[in-house]
C-alpha cells in the first residue's frame, strides 16, 4: 500500500509541544472484528517526528489499558476519562473469565465504595453473585464509554509509529446458507458485520476472528456480496480467522454480508422412533424426529475449518423450500456433527400390543410396529426402544431402509424380569 504523506498538527498540552496524528497522518488501518468481544484496530504512521503525540480522528474510545505504541519509547498513554458507574445503575460488562458464561454480560452497581464497585450479574453461570470490581480488574471491563475520542501519548518515536487498541464497536456473526443435493449439502458461508451508528471506522484492512467454541448469538440475515480472501480461515491457538483480501469502508450504522466461501459435504439422513412399551395403552400413534449428521470433508472443493454460527437448510431445486434450521458448533476438516431438525413428517408409526404371557421369572409380550413413509423418497428409519438394561428385544432391527410410499409391519418379543 503507497504511503500517504503525513500532516502534522502542533497542539499545545500545558507548556509541552504535541503531534496531533490523525487520518491524513495515517498511513494504514487494520481491524480485527469479534464475534463477541471489543473489537481491534491498528494504525500505522509514517515517521512522526518527535512526540510527545496526541492522536485524534479515532474510531471509537479505547478501553483503559488496551493500547500499545510499537516503534515508540512510552513513558505513558493517557485514556479518556473511565465511566464511573453510581449505585443501581445499569452498565455492561466485557467479562474475560469464561467461568461467568458469555464474554459481554449485564450488571447492576449494588454498591460503590470510592471508585471500587459491587457488580451484581444478570445472567450466566454466576447470575445474581455481586462481584467486586474496579479499573484494571483482571475479570471484567466496563463497557461504558466516555464522549473523549483522542488519546494522549507521551512518547517517542525515530522511525514508523504503531497505534494498538481495542474499542467496543464493530461485531461480526456467522450464517450458513445451505442446499440439499441429495445426499449433500452445499454450504455457504456469510459473514454479517455491522458498524454501531454513532462510530466510523474509514477503510481498513479487515480480519474476521472467533474464540473456538465460543456459543455465538442468531442475528438477521442481510444481502451478502461475493468477496475474496487472501487465504482460507485458519485455526490457531484457540482463535478462527480469516483475512480479507481487500481493504473496506467501515460506515458506522452499516450492516455488510460478504460469502466467504462455499463447500460441497455429506451428509447422512436418518428419521430415528424413540419409543417406549405402556400395557395400558394396546395402540399408540409414534412420530420420528429428523437428525441429520454433516460431515466436513471435502466433495468437491477445499475443505475449510469452520466457525460456530447459525445455519440454515433449503430443499433441492427448483422449490428450495426450508427443510431446517440449526446450530452449527465449530468443525475442523474432517469432522462431523449431528443436526436435530425437529419433527419428521415423512415417517409415521404404530405400536400395537399383541400379548403378554409368563414364563418363569419373566414376562415375554408380542408386538407389532407399523412404520409408513409417507415422503417420495427413500428414508432410513432408526429404532431406538426405551427398555431397561435386564430387558432383551428379539427380531427388530436397528434399522429399515424404506422405498418412497412403503409400509412395513414388524412384529417383535420384549422379554422383561418379573418386579418385586
Request: net charge neutral.
Amino acid at each position: 500500500m503507497k504511503l500517504m504523506s503525513a500532516t502534522l498538527v502542533v497542539a499545545w498540552a500545558g507548556a509541552v509541544q504535541a503531534v496531533q496524528l490523525g487520518a491524513d497522518a495515517r498511513a494504514e488501518r487494520a481491524v480485527t472484528l469479534y464475534q463477541s468481544g471489543p473489537a481491534e484496530w491498528h494504525d500505522q504512521f509514517p515517521a512522526p517526528g518527535p512526540g510527545p503525540y496526541q492522536f485524534v480522528d479515532l474510531p471509537a474510545p479505547p478501553l483503559a489499558g488496551s493500547c500499545a505504541l510499537l516503534g515508540a519509547e512510552v513513558r505513558q498513554i493517557g485514556y479518556p476519562a473511565s465511566a464511573s458507574p453510581n449505585v443501581g445503575d445499569s452498565v455492561r460488562l466485557y467479562v474475560s473469565d469464561p467461568q461467568l458464561g458469555a464474554p459481554i454480560q449485564a450488571a447492576t452497581v449494588a454498591w460503590r465504595d470510592g471508585q471500587q464497585f459491587g457488580l451484581a450479574l444478570q445472567s450466566g453461570p454466576a447470575k445474581g453473585a455481586i462481584l467486586p470490581w474496579q479499573a484494571g480488574a483482571a475479570w471484567a471491563r466496563l463497557l461504558q464509554t466516555p464522549e473523549q475520542t483522542w488519546l494522549s501519548a507521551d512518547a517517542q518515536a525515530d522511525a514508523d509509529l504503531s497505534l494498538r487498541c481495542a474499542a467496543l464497536g464493530p461485531a461480526w456473526s456467522a450464517h450458513y446458507q445451505a442446499t440439499r443435493e441429495g445426499d449433500a449439502l452445499v454450504v455457504h458461508l456469510d459473514a454479517l458485520i455491522r458498524v454501531p451508528a454513532a462510530q466510523d471506522w474509514g477503510v481498513a484492512a479487515v480480519t474476521l476472528s472467533s474464540q473456538v467454541g465460543a456459543v455465538q448469538a442468531p442475528m438477521m440475515m442481510a444481502r451478502v456480496a461475493e468477496f475474496s480472501a487472501e487465504s482460507g480461515p485458519s485455526v490457531s491457538d484457540g482463535q478462527w480467522q480469516y483475512r480479507f483480501a481487500d481493504a473496506m469502508a467501515m460506515v458506522g450504522g452499516s450492516v455488510q454480508g460478504y460469502r466467504l466461501f462455499s463447500q460441497r459435504v455429506p451428509i447422512q439422513r436418518q428419521h430415528e422412533l424413540n419409543f417406549g412399551f405402556n400395557y395400558n395403552q394396546p395402540a399408540v400413534a409414534l412420530r420420528a424426529n429428523r437428525v441429520w449428521t454433516l460431515t466436513n470433508r471435502d466433495q468437491g472443493g477445499t475443505a475449510q475449518a469452520w466457525v460456530a454460527g447459525q445455519l440454515r437448510i433449503n430443499g433441492p431445486a427448483p422449490g428450495f423450500e426450508l427443510e431446517g434450521q440449526a446450530s452449527l458448533p465449530d468443525l475442523a476438516v474432517g469432522a462431523s456433527h449431528r443436526l436435530r431438525l425437529g419433527p419428521s413428517l415423512a415417517l409415521q408409526g404404530q405400536l400395537r400390543q399383541n400379548g403378554r404371557v409368563e414364563r418363569g421369572a419373566s414376562w415375554v409380550s408380542e408386538w407389532t410396529l407399523t412404520l409408513e413413509n409417507g415422503s417420495g423418497e427413500p428414508l432410513t428409519a432408526v429404532l431406538r426402544p426405551q427398555i431397561a438394561r435386564d430387558a432383551v428385544i428379539d427380531r427388530l432391527p436397528g434399522q429399515r431402509v424404506m422405498a418412497p410410499g412403503e409400509v412395513a409391519t414388524l412384529v417383535f418379543s420384549l422379554t422383561e424380569p418379573k418386579r418385586r
